[in-house]
């Protein structure tokens, strides 16, 4: 018995923040920067530290009124570069399976954060990993007996005859849960009312020193079907949500 298995991924959300300098002119002169000090520039220290400052500027600062925010002096700068997410491979396929064979499928999931200092990466999934039809399905897992993984519990899956549909988290920033390679979790589901839950997570990414500020993990989905499972063609779409914080 043939068994088909393809998935289709859709990524949400590319934050773009984009500022534009002051520019001045007359007969003689233009004028065009973001501001205009005395001194500017970014210190650091051994002790992972590190400082922005602005010297001579009148009006450094955050400031806001209703619909709007401006964020004066060289330490805002970090805020207009691109917060931006990628997914490595979109469609990953698990071709034939066959019982008790587990089949695996990766991606890259990578997060370039820019001006946020923190940021989340969520994940769920539309439907169960189910026929185009949905009227028959492969099972979420819930891992080796004995080892039951939750939604937002990762435990072992290693044995063959364990069925179901999950997915291991491996690289930076990951939920601790995703002790190593053989931990597992099945995904949320958004039609049977379920919430993303998040799998990349910092709150201090500011302490990165060189460019690109980028974090990266991978994503290993996993399944496996017992004899019983019926044939066809079965699909899942996965959505990342990724959220910077400024």
Same mark, same amino acid.
């Given at each position: 018995?043939?068994?088909?298995?393809?998935?289709?991924?859709?990524?949400?959300?590319?934050?773009?923040?984009?500022?534009?300098? +002051?520019?001045?002119?007359?007969?003689?002169?233009?004028?065009?920067? !973001?501001?205009?000090?005395?001194?500017?520039?970014?210190?650091?220290? +051994?002790?992972?530290?590190?400082?922005?400052?602005?010297?001579?500027?009148?009006?450094? !600062?955050?400031?806001?009124?209703?619909?709007?925010?401006?964020?004066?002096?060289?330490?805002?700068?970090?805020?207009?570069?691109?917060?931006?997410?990628?997914? @490595?491979?979109?469609?990953?396929?698990?071709?034939?399976?066959?019982?008790?064979?587990?089949?695996?499928? !990766?991606?890259?999931?990578?997060?370039?954060?820019?001006?946020?200092?923190? %940021?989340?990466? @969520? +994940?769920?999934?539309?439907?169960?990993?189910?026929?185009?039809?949905?009227?028959?399905?492969? #099972?979420?897992?819930?891992?080796?007996?004995?080892?039951?993984?939750?939604?937002?519990?990762?435990?072992?899956?290693?044995?063959?005859?364990?069925?179901?549909?999950?997915?291991?988290?491996?690289?930076?920033?990951?939920?601790?849960?995703?002790?190593?390679?053989?931990?597992?979790? #099945?995904? #949320?589901?958004?039609?049977?009312?379920?919430?993303?839950?998040?799998?990349?997570?910092?709150?201090?990414?500011?302490?990165?020193?060189?460019?690109?500020?980028?974090?990266?993990?991978?994503?290993?989905?996993?399944?496996?079907?017992?004899?019983?499972?019926?044939?066809?063609?079965?699909?899942?779409?996965?959505?990342?949500?990724?959220? #910077?914080? %400024?």
């Amino acid at each position: 018995m043939i068994k088909k298995i393809f998935f289709v991924f859709i990524l949400f959300l590319t934050v773009v923040k984009i500022a534009q300098a +002051t520019e001045m002119e007359s007969d003689r002169y233009r004028i065009q920067m !973001g501001n205009l000090n005395s001194e500017s520039g970014t210190m650091t220290s +051994t002790s992972n530290v590190s400082l922005s400052t602005t010297l001579g500027e009148l009006a450094a !600062g955050q400031f806001t009124k209703t619909g709007y925010v401006v964020k004066a002096g060289f330490q805002y700068i970090n805020s207009i570069i691109p917060f931006t997410f990628t997914i @490595s491979n979109t469609n990953i396929r698990f071709n034939e399976l066959q019982p008790s064979q587990p089949a695996t499928g !990766g991606a890259n999931l990578t997060v370039s954060f820019g001006g946020a200092y923190k %940021y989340t990466v @969520s +994940t769920i999934a539309e439907t169960r990993f189910q026929t185009l039809d949905g009227a028959k399905y492969i #099972p979420d897992t819930l891992c080796d007996a004995g080892h039951t993984c939750y939604k937002n519990s990762a435990n072992i899956w290693t044995l063959a005859e364990t069925e179901g549909f999950g997915y291991n988290m491996i690289g930076e920033d990951i939920a601790s849960d995703f002790t190593n390679n053989t931990y597992f979790r #099945p995904f #949320p589901i958004r039609t049977l009312g379920d919430l993303p839950e998040v799998i990349m997570e910092s709150n201090d990414v500011t302490l990165e020193l060189v460019r690109p500020y980028t974090h990266q993990s991978t994503i290993v989905f996993k399944t496996n079907i017992t004899p019983v499972q019926a044939a066809g063609n079965y699909q899942a779409i996965i959505n990342f949500i990724a959220t #910077p914080g %400024y």
